[in-house]
């Protein structure tokens, strides 16, 4: 008895959800920045021996999504594999006037191994444009990106927003090896200065980086820095940034459950004001100021 009486209520609470929305709807009060759909798949390729290129075409809302926002992706199930939970991959690109977004996602595990079976025409189920992005100010004359691994995925979008803006950037890219860089040609194509550092050939340490960055600072060629992917990395831009006063926003990334502020399972630790604060990775980022961010 108890349990109709709370489903009757829960559907009486959901059809006043609804009707509430759809009179704000109406009125033009309300609109959607979140949206669930099953996107279809246009294309889905190798760019190298560990990462591939999803191209979907999707309704709007999704086509507005904006560089360091993300996607919760619902897998396929791999045979014998069972990716329960969605999977947050960030935004790589977005076309709103072909309706299309597009991933560039490393197989790890059984979710992205699902990810890997999807073929042109098969759906994807997705939900987002998901966290806050970054934030571009227009009065930024020169830029530096620095990423490591799937980090140069989600500094992507940021190579045409910043040309859109006139913004020069120079991106520092990081990969075990030549052949796993990614994001490379992309940013060039945007008219980007790319410098790649590689574990093989013994010029990715933090030192080296950390030459090349008081190079371009020198050269007045860094007023914020953006980054994502590397702990390691994300250290020398704060010392950096606090030795010459630079701002710098960074793309965190945690495990996630919900992806929506409501599972608390992807908080780390911030320092705000001289006081260490727990936020939500989804909700609160994933991009958070620079100085803030704890490895
Ligand atoms: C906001 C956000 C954006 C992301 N964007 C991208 C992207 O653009 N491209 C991309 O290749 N990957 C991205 N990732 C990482 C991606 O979500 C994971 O690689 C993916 O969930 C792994 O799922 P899986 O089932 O294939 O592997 P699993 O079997 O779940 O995990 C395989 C391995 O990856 C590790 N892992 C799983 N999830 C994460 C995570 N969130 N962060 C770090 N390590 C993880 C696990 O600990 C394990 O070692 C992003 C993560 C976040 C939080
Ligand atoms: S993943 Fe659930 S609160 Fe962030």
Redesign the pocket.
Same mark, same amino acid.
Request: hydrophobic share 40%; with cysteine.
């Given at each position: 008895m108890a349990i109709e009486q709370s489903v009757s209520m829960a559907t009486a609470k959901d059809s006043l959800f609804v009707a509430a929305a759809d009179d704000a709807k109406a009125s033009g009060r309300w609109t959607e920045t979140v949206v669930a759909e099953r996107a279809e798949v246009v294309l889905n390729r190798a760019v190298n021996a560990e990462?591939r290129h999803l191209v979907v075409r999707c309704g709007p809302v999704a086509a507005s999504a904006v560089a360091g926002q993300?996607f919760q992706?619902l897998?396929p199930h791999p045979d014998g594999?069972q990716?329960f939970?969605r999977?947050? #991959?960030?935004?790589?690109g977005a076309d709103p006037a072909k309706g299309e977004v597009e991933?560039?996602?490393?197989? +790890?595990?059984?979710? +992205?191994?699902?990810?890997a079976s999807l073929a042109a025409g098969d759906r994807l189920d997705m939900m987002g444009p998901?966290?806050k992005g970054f934030t571009l100010d227009p009065a930024l004359r020169h830029i530096v990106a620095v990423g490591r691994?799937?980090?140069l995925? +989600?500094l992507a979008p940021l190579a045409k927003a910043a040309r859109a803006n006139g913004t020069a950037v120079t991106a520092i890219f990081s990969a075990r090896r030549p052949d796993l860089m990614v994001s490379v040609d992309l940013f060039r194509s945007h008219g980007a200065e790319v410098i790649t550092v590689t574990d093989s050939e013994g010029t990715s340490g933090p030192a080296h980086v950390e030459r090349i960055l008081r190079g371009l600072i020198a050269e007045a060629r860094a007023d914020a820095f953006f980054t994502c992917g590397s702990s390691r990395l994300m250290r020398v831009q704060q010392r950096l940034a606090a030795e010459f006063a630079i701002p710098g926003q960074v793309?965190?990334?945690?495990? #996630?459950a919900c992806?929506l502020g409501l599972c608390f399972c992807?908080v780390r630790d911030f320092h705000v004001g001289g006081e260490i604060v727990h936020r939500r990775?989804?909700w609160d980022?994933?991009v958070f100021d620079l100085m803030e961010a704890l490895p």
């Open positions: 990462y993300f992706l897998c594999e990716p939970l999977r947050p #991959m960030s935004l790589y991933f560039l996602y490393k197989v +790890t595990g059984a979710g +992205t191994r699902g990810l998901l966290g691994g799937a980090g995925a +989600t793309a965190m990334e945690q495990q #996630m992806g992807c990775v989804c980022g994933p």
